[in-house]
């Protein structure tokens, strides 16, 4: 059974810009979580989707969207990007995304911000 | 306020030296806890999920505890490839089913 996929895996932006990740979960996983790493904050919740509706959502800036579509595939957006935006942005998937619901990650997508 | 604490931040270990990986938490309500296995560059691997104060589970070389506060990652005879950085994370009870990450533990296993 193949894992969760992101794409793309690297990319360099410059301040300003916006760029889109997109993340693939496992088949037969609703839920997908973001997640944001970075070695001062480790690992921040971002947001959660589930049949194709935001559940959940941390502490970002509206700079920060996402949505999944009815394939459970999900797409997140940063605009404006700023340099303390540069992290490893990490996709997690589960079955159902219920309490105590093992959630796998993907291997991230590492952003750079010029 | 919830919060994850792991410590040491680092570990360094000979091979055959077995050690212990600290996680203390305080949640409003836990549903679980999770320990995952990181490589650098890569994502997070699942290794455990425990429910409940004395649950146990094992793979190979690592033991997972909990009690009501704190949770131990036991690693018996660690081996160089056991070198990784180990994270723990809760989920509290309630609607939200984010987890909530500790720094994690940088384990170096020497030959």
């Known amino acids: 059974k193949a894992g969760v996929t992101q794409t793309p895996r690297y990319l360099i932006k410059t301040r300003g810009q916006q760029v889109t990740l997109s993340c693939s979960p496992i088949?037969?996983?609703?839920?997908v979580s973001w997640y944001q790493q970075t070695p001062g904050q480790g690992l921040q919740f971002l947001f959660e989707?589930?049949?194709?509706?935001?559940?959940n959502k941390g502490n970002f800036p509206g700079r920060f969207s996402g949505r999944q579509f009815s394939n459970s595939r999900s797409e997140m957006n940063v605009s404006t990007l700023e340099l303390g935006d540069s992290a490893l942005y990490l996709c997690?998937?589960?079955?159902?995304?219920?309490?105590?619901?093992?959630?796998?990650f993907g291997p991230g997508t590492r952003l750079t911000v010029l | 306020e919830d919060q994850v604490t792991q410590s040491p931040e680092a570990l360094r270990l000979q091979e055959g030296e077995s050690s212990s990986l600290n996680c203390s938490y305080t949640?409003?309500?836990?549903?679980?806890l999770f320990w995952y296995r990181q490589d650098p560059g890569k994502g997070p691997e699942f290794l455990f999920t425990l429910y409940s104060a004395g649950e146990e589970k094992e793979k190979e070389r690592l033991k997972a505890t909990l009690t009501k506060k704190e949770s131990f990652l036991h690693i018996t005879a660690p081996k160089p490839e056991d070198s990784a950085t180990y994270l723990c994370?809760?989920?509290?009870?309630?609607?939200?089913?984010?987890?909530?990450f500790g720094k994690g533990t940088k384990l170096s296993v020497k030959p």
């Open positions: 088949s037969g996983h609703r839920s």
């Open positions: 989707y589930f049949s194709e509706t935001q559940r």
């Open positions: 949640v409003s309500g836990l549903r679980g």
């Open positions: 994370a809760v989920q509290r009870g309630g609607s939200q089913g984010n987890l909530i």
């Open positions: 997690a998937s589960s079955l159902r995304g219920l309490q105590a619901d093992t959630q796998y």
